[in-house]
């Protein structure tokens, strides 16, 4: 306890008995709380960086699947058989566009639930995520071979690709349960903090389909189906082994029936996931038709050169979209849990990371394409200099949007994770189809050629000025909304929450359970309530820096002491939050380990190894009374009796460790202790009533 770390911590500090400790603590309150609120906490901000670089690497291992799949396919197979790929792509994107849906709107919903502190039903979401990952890839595996002839000649097949395509398809689309079996995986991994396996994963499943490809057509000579083989079998080892990872590796989900409460939470949950996961299913529709257009808009107006134009624009957006993607999607898991638990700081720093780490990196893209453009055509080909100069123009003119790009993707993301899916949608809509075709129609007849490409940049711009449109018409209806990004900060302005970097020393502890002594204080939450405050924020932040942080006084933990009610005073229910990003620690587990006796409180573990739940009622019965009368421990006297002695006083004296003495009074006292790791990091919380 800080009473035994140091000095300033004396009881006298905490009761006001000296005038002189109370006024240096207001001062060092003052200074601290400006220098805490507007800090990044360093723990978070490694996170985030991990978190990046897995969706990074994750994106990349994607892109090198399909990218080099069609290169090898072009060099061993021949030119001609590249339409095959093409033909092949429409049916490959229904199953991403399923995949996306479900993978990318599950994170969305698990991480909600988890700030929400509804675990069941996580476990129900991801479950189901896989349910209809398999179901979903099942029927549109049979509704898409059923279908094969006909859309192949809906497409204008050729006659002499007819058979090629046939014979690719009959092999990708089995394998179609596997291509959306991927975005589960990598979403679900990311989201319980599993960020490197998610990164090798990914990275692997490039090498893999690179290598099953070389095997496949210089080894065995298939054919164009040994393409579709080394994708599915790639994909294949991907879903399963991310699969197995959640199963036995996982610190938040375990499987369990979605169908235990009763069908029609099944089917609320199935919409909620679909719901969420409904703007990156749009994306993909309108990639696909915008294409189209844009295809028959180029070749039609200006021949094979502007088609050829737009192919090195669709190569440009998918290197820019591997940045914003990872971006976006490692601010992900986040922004949910933040939005769950209403932390508006925290939303906020999570955004100042995005942005931070974000617009240099993709303004440097931005830069190189502009630099660099001539040089990067003749990488593709480009010889005349016509072709350069078209090719160079084009990629000139997309580029100068790519940091519009960037905003307007992360705010899909940003609006995702605040349930605003119409909002979200509706982007997607704006950038990828109505913008861009509806500025092509107005450019093409005055610029040319130049038209076309000068309607991608713009419909950036266009989607970026409709969303600052959007959120003022949303401030003016709620005025506790954040500009821009609509970070609600009721709970700030209402004085419900505190909020506090913690660094790993005495000094600062003390400071920080000051400041929330002088919120308990604001808020008139009384004095038992505040004493038991501010012993927990004391125990668990001493043990917490010690066993989790090993003592290191220059890392942080982040604090948060939300008051969700209305009322004050007797009664009040207060939720106390302690998060960091050291080694794994269960303060729950630490203290069942050390008393060597069972506790005189009932302990969850109904969660799985990510979590475990102490819970407490009012009329203190002790654990032997959880327990059937006959049970053989009561009789051996191995548990606390109904005396209500706590479990160290079964102890003898020297051998109950101070710490314990400490977690076990906070037990006693709490009315919920839930341990958990969220997105990586150890989450602590605590719930105590008045």
């Given amino acids: 306890m800080l009473s035994s770390c140091a000095a300033s911590s004396s009881p006298e500090y905490y009761q006001g008995n000296s005038e002189t400790a109370d006024l240096n603590a207001a001062k060092r309150v003052d200074r601290r709380a400006e220098r805490t609120n507007v800090g990044d906490d360093l723990f978070i901000r490694a996170i985030y960086a991990r978190y990046l670089s897995a969706s990074i690497i994750g994106i990349v291992g994607s892109s090198v699947s399909i990218v080099g799949s069609s290169a090898l396919a072009g060099l061993l197979l021949g030119a001609n058989m590249l339409p095959v790929l093409s033909l092949a792509l429409p049916f490959y994107y229904l199953f991403a566009t399923v995949g996306a849906m479900i993978g990318v709107g599950g994170a969305h919903v698990c991480a909600r639930l988890i700030g929400w502190q509804r675990h069941e039903e996580c476990q129900r979401a991801f479950s189901l995520v896989y349910v209809l990952a398999v179901l979903m890839g099942l029927v549109l595996t049979v509704i898409l071979l059923f279908l094969m002839d006909p859309l192949l000649a809906l497409m204008g097949t050729p006659p002499e690709l007819l058979e090629p395509a046939r014979a690719y398809l009959t092999v990708l689309l089995p394998g179609g349960v596997f291509i959306i079996g991927i975005y589960p995986a990598f979403n679900m991994l990311r989201l319980d903090g599993q960020t490197t396996k998610a990164a090798c994963l990914f990275l692997g499943m490039g090498a893999l389909t690179i290598m099953f490809n070389l095997l496949f057509l210089a ?63 749009l994306e993909n529709i309108c990639i696909v038709i915008r294409s189209a257009v844009v295809n028959n808009l180029a070749a039609v107006s200006f021949g094979a050169v502007a088609l050829g134009a737009y192919v090195l624009i669709d190569n440009v957006t998918v290197l820019a979209l591997i940045f914003a993607a990872s971006i976006s999607g490692a601010a992900m898991a986040f922004l949910g849990v933040f939005f769950a638990e209403k932390d508006a700081q925290g939303t906020a720093k999570i955004l100042r990371l995005s942005f931070l780490w974000g617009v240099p990196t993709i303004i440097t893209l931005a830069l190189i394409l502009e630099l660099f453009a001539p040089h990067l055509v003749r990488m593709f080909g480009a010889s005349t200099v016509d072709d350069i100069q078209v090719f160079s123009t084009a990629i000139r003119v997309f580029a100068a949007g790519l940091p519009f790009l960037l905003f307007n993707y992360l705010m899909i993301t940003v609006y995702q994770s605040q349930k605003r899916m119409g909002a979200s949608r509706l982007i997607v ?32 711009v266009l989607t970026t000025f409709l969303i600052l449109v959007y959120s003022v018409v949303c401030r003016m209806h709620k005025r506790s909304l954040s500009a821009v990004f609509l970070i609600d900060r009721q709970a700030e302005q209402d004085d419900k929450s505190v909020s506090l970097v913690v660094r790993n020393d005495v000094v600062h502890i003390t400071e920080a359970i000051a400041q929330v002594e002088a919120f308990c204080e604001r808020k008139n939450l009384g004095a038992r309530l505040a004493m038991g405050i501010q012993l927990a924020l004391e125990e668990m932040l001493l043990v917490i820096g010690e066993k989790s942080l090993s003592g290191a006084p220059n890392r942080t933990m982040s604090v948060r002491v939300l008051v969700p009610g209305e009322g004050e005073g007797e009664g009040e229910e207060v939720i106390v939050r302690i998060r960091n990003g050291g080694l794994r620690f269960n303060p729950i587990e630490y203290a069942e380990r050390l008393s060597k006796t069972p506790r005189e409180v009932k302990l969850l573990d109904e969660y799985g190894a990510g979590g475990q739940v102490a819970v407490f009622g009012h009329d203190e019965r002790t654990a032997a009374d959880a327990l059937p009368e006959h049970d053989e421990r009561v009789a051996a006297g191995t548990l606390p009796g109904h005396d209500e002695r706590m479990a160290a006083n079964a102890l003898p004296e020297h051998e109950v460790p101070l710490e314990l003495t400490g977690i076990l009074m906070i037990l006693k006292r709490a009315e919920v202790v839930d341990y958990r790791s969220t997105f990586g990091a150890n989450n602590l919380m605590m719930i105590l009533k008045g």
């Avoid at 409460?261 to 409904?278: E, I, P, Q, Y």
């Avoid at 809509?429 to 050629?449: H, I, K, N, Q, S």
């Fill in 219 to 281: 080894g065995f000579g298939w054919g164009i189906q040994s393409v579709a083989v080394a994708l599915c079998l790639s994909y294949g080892l991907v879903s399963v082994t991310g699969a197995l990872l959640l199963l036995r590796q996982s610190l938040n989900f375990r499987f369990v029936s979605p169908f235990d409460r009763g069908m029609h939470v099944a089917l609320r949950l199935t919409r909620s996931l679909l719901d969420a996961g409904s703007p990156n299913a």
């Fill in 429 to 460: 809509l704006l950038r990828e189809l109505a913008c861009p075709l509806a500025l092509m129609g107005l450019l093409t007849l005055p610029l040319g050629m130049v038209g076309i490409w000068a309607a991608f940049p713009l419909a950036e």
